[in-house]
């Protein structure tokens, strides 16, 4: 079963920048839309960012000018770069495919915006 491993999370000021990376424990990025999910305390999980096997990218309207997905098939990596953090993107980011169910969520790495 493919596991998936978030990391990068942190504490950040506003305007301030951070780089998510997601590890999967074997290939899937070949054959998958991959996506950067999000959820703040009492909110439901949303996408923030997705890319296909392809490499076209799409993006959230709150996130959009802001972050960067992309991803690296020799690692087995996607990556998501987000600069200019504002507070309202503090959240839990997780990785996964789109749409979800195909695999189990990873713990997820927790982003802080604060001065």
């Known amino acids: 079963q493919v596991q998936l491993v978030e990391s990068g999370g942190g504490l950040v000021q506003p305007g301030g920048s951070l780089r998510l990376s997601c590890a999967a424990s074997?290939?899937?990025?070949?054959?998958?839309?991959m996506g950067w999910y999000r959820q703040a305390p009492g909110k439901q999980r949303e996408v923030v960012a997705v890319i296909t096997s392809g490499g076209t990218t799409d993006y959230a309207d709150s996130v959009k000018g802001r972050f960067t997905i992309s991803r690296d098939g020799a690692k087995n990596t996607v990556y998501l770069q987000m600069n200019s953090l504002k507070p309202e993107d503090t959240a839990v980011y997780y990785c996964?495919?789109?749409?979800?169910?195909?695999?189990?969520w990873g713990q997820g790495t927790q982003v802080t915006v604060s001065s």
């Open positions: 996964n495919a789109v749409p979800t169910g195909l695999i189990p």
């Open positions: 074997r290939s899937v990025f070949s054959i998958s839309t």
